[in-house]
């Protein structure tokens, strides 16, 4: 050890030190490539959605291709919105709600905005900060009840282990969910991502390069792959197999359930679902609501007498609303796969079902 | 409350708006103490009493010297306080566990209960900080600062008090006293440093620490190569780490117009392990330096006792780092290492003859086998990758390689290594010029607002 050595106060390691003027340059370059990136990435990626087309699976928690998504279907006459009872969860892309519905009613053409696990507070956030192009456009909203079946899921309850789909997408602050406890930083980034779409980029390549992981845990998990070789700016073509059995409940052996429902005074995913339409109707668009299906057949008596009077309260204000309403029938028990998931046929009854609705045909010919 | 999070930069932004209306009245000190005290107690509330009194005990003993008569005991008193407060929160368990393992053996039942007591954060430096005013005034070599407010903010000042640099009173206090003279080149710097604090952080550590913890949470089934990899990586991934937070300290100072003095200087060029500990952790060896190794005799003791001296702070330097044997090995291990080499160094043949880069080489290589000891969970972890790599000079690199090392981080180490040879070079001046500064600074914010996930891990110091 050197005694005499004085300790160092001024000398910088590594020699990156820039002055005011060079903090401009960079500024502006980088202000510059932010602005760019986007248009660049979309001009680069191939993007052709075909008439049956939704989300890919691993990508629904890309908003940015959700924006991009929404765009392309603007050429469609009706979009379909909702959760993954939209998204088709038990069928193959074709034969979704969307496309049962372009089948029963075959001079207009639906596109398949569904979203897997997008709960009403986090369709809420998607429509406010993701979905604006679809401003004015004729939007047929499903609204499925399964939200408000437990204080759990309704997010009114103040369990700490609640998974939260979408987290990024609620209130974060002053109207978050109780039983959302995410970090003060996980919640500032993820307000920053309504806003930034260098950010949403950033994700969107995550989720289409990278299989939904960011480079450094992709590289360490697939060390011998070549990143580079990720960059196909293809965006990715949704599975055509299915994420599930088409199996009836009843054949799954699926028990009966006895729900905890939430009433319309006190239910927070309501209170959000309610802004969800507000929000549509200021923005011009032509609102239809449909109001189930739920599985009724798997509740105890006791459990549809509740839930009867839980759809004449949402049915009621959803009449009061300047929109078009159907309140879902109830569908054979054969055609469910759980509580809310109808199976293929089922789609295909609801399609008719709605094709035969003089609201709805009344509606499509506006 | 952690530099590269959201909830800092925003603390930081509506804290330096205040700062720079304030920085000329008589609240800008107020201001500093309430800011750290914040940024301090975001962890833990809790850990705002210690460092209240650990702050309140050194200012009443040094204010105690000041006022005439038992000095020393002044001086004691400072002394065993920080020191029982480290002894107590950060060895307690390390000693009580060693203790039951020794009363063991007189039979079943002899076991004193661990203390359950939490680390808080940076309190090894911030004692450390502490401790240096109380000697320095005991020598002699600063005046007694009246000003509590003053004194605390010096303690606790945030962009430094929870991994340092360990900075001393006798450069800090003086800029604390001053209205700050904040220019815009202070504040461009200081975003250069930060900025280079981040993505030695964000892209670099934070990508590093993924195959290093995985490799070295399974040390039996990785095999010599992974883990030889899974070494290297940790050995940039700690400088990348620790040296990160230290440029993101230095240039927050820079930016509130006090200098931090420099922390790391290359220190996988040196070309001996003198040379290693004036480039690493700088401040932290020179405290060891001035208030261990000079107490102990130094170089004015003679040849036996100079290297007891540097055996002994190598050995307690090691155990500052954490309450492990890990942690004393490796101390141990780098005192051996200076020992050994401390003749060699000073032999004309090494100084002249031996090439440079064989002697950056050299010194790397030692230093990357310590580094096992530093990151293993245990010594047996620690020997048994010891073992596995050393197997590989007789083996060779035959044999499967899992897990592959991902050669995107290779290649951003090699990058980082190769740019801070170049700066050393008579290369410097071209890597100094304006537009490969420009493109530098400007390739890096891309990269850090497109490449790392979000994430909020811990700085390694952190549990030091």
Known sequence: MNETRNIPTTRQAEGLLCSPGEWGWVLAVCVVAFFAATPLWRSLENFNPGEDYRLPYAQSDDYWHFERWCEAALDRDVLVVGDSVVWGEYVAPGSSFAG???????????????????????????LRHHGSALHGRKVLLHCNPLW????????????????????????????????????????????????????????????????????????SEHPGKSVLGRFTFEAVVPAR????????????KGLRQERQWVSVDDSFQWRCFQRVVELLLARGNSVFVLLGPYNEHMLSPRGKVEYGALRKDLSAWLRSRPIGLAVAEVLPSELFADASHPLEAGYVRLAEMLAADPAFTQWLQD | MLFHTWPFLLFFAAFYALYLALRSTRLRLPLLLGASYVFYGWWNPLYLLLIIYSTLVDYLAVLGMSRGGRKKS??????????????????????????????????????????????????????????????????????????????????????????????????????LKKTPRITAGDVSEGLSLFVVGLFKKAALASYLAIYVDRVYANPVGSNSWALLCATFFFAWQIYFDFSGYTDMARGIARMM????????????????????????????????????????????????????????????????????????????????????????????????????????????SFVLLTW?????????????????????????????????????????????????????????????????????????????????????????????
């Open chain 1, 148 to 219: 408000m079946s437990s204080p759990r899921v309704d997010l009114s309850g103040a369990e700490d282990d609640f998974p939260l789909n979408h987290a990024k997408l609620v209130g974060q602050f002053f109207t978050r969910p109780l039983s959302y406890r995410a970090r003060h930083s996980e919640r500032i980034a993820a307000v920053l991502d309504r806003y930034s779409g260098l950010r949403g980029l950033a994700g969107h390549i995550r989720s289409s390069c990278f299989e939904g992981s960011d480079l450094y845990h992709w590289s």
């Open chain 1, 241 to 252: 197999t299915l994420r599930h059995q088409p199996v009836s409940w009843l054949a799954s």
């Open chain 2, 372 to 464: 096992i000891f530093f990151r293993a969970e245990s010594l047996a972890d620690a020997w048994l990758v010891l073992d596995k790599i050393l197997a590989i000079v007789p083996g060779g690199f035959r044999g499967s390689t899992e897990p592959l090392y991902p050669l995107l981080a290779l290649l951003l180490v090699l990058g980082a290594w190769s740019w801070q040879l170049l700066c050393e070079s008579r290369v410097r001046r071209l890597l100094e010029l304006q537009p490969v500064r420009i493109a530098a600074v400007i390739l890096m914010v891309i990269y850090l607002a497109l490449v790392p996930a979000a994430g909020d891990e811990a700085f390694i110091y952190f549990q030091f």
């Open chain 1, 100 to 126: 049962a519905l372009g089948k029963s009613s075959p001079g207009d053409r639906f596109a398949n905005l569904g979203v897997n696990g997008i709960h009403p507070a986090a369709l809420e956030g998607l």
């Open chain 2, 257 to 364: 117009g006090i200098r931090l003095m420099v922390n790391f200087n290359n220190p996988y060029l040196a070309v001996d392990l003198g040379d290693f500990w004036r480039r690493w952790h700088i401040s932290l060896s020179t405290w060891f330096r001035d208030y261990v190794y000079i107490p102990l005799g130094g170089s004015r003791g003679g040849r036996a006792r100079t290297l007891a001296a540097i055996a002994l702070t190598m050995v307690i330097s090691g155990l500052w780092h954490g309450a492990a044997w890990t942690f004393v090995v490796w101390g141990a291990l780098h005192a051996a290492g200076r020992l050994l080499t401390l003749p060699i160094e000073k032999s004309a043949f090494y100084r002249t003859k031996v090439p440079r880069a064989l002697k950056q080489l050299l010194v790397f």
């Open chain 2, 74 to 175: 002044w001086l004691v008193l400072s002394l065993l306080n920080n020191l029982f407060l480290l002894g107590f929160f950060k060895y307690g368990e390390f000693v009580v566990e060693n203790l039951n393992e020794g009363l063991s053996l007189l039979g079943p039942g002899w076991v004193l209960p661990a203390p359950d007591v939490l680390l808080p954060v940076g309190i090894s430096f911030y004692t450390f900080q502490s401790m240096s005013y109380t000697i320095d005034y005991w020598r002699g070599k600063l005046e007694a600062e009246p000003n509590f407010i003053r004194f605390a903010a010096f303690v606790a000042l945030f962009p430094q008090l929870v991994a340092g640099p360990i900075e001393r009173a006798s450069s800090l206090l003086p800029q």
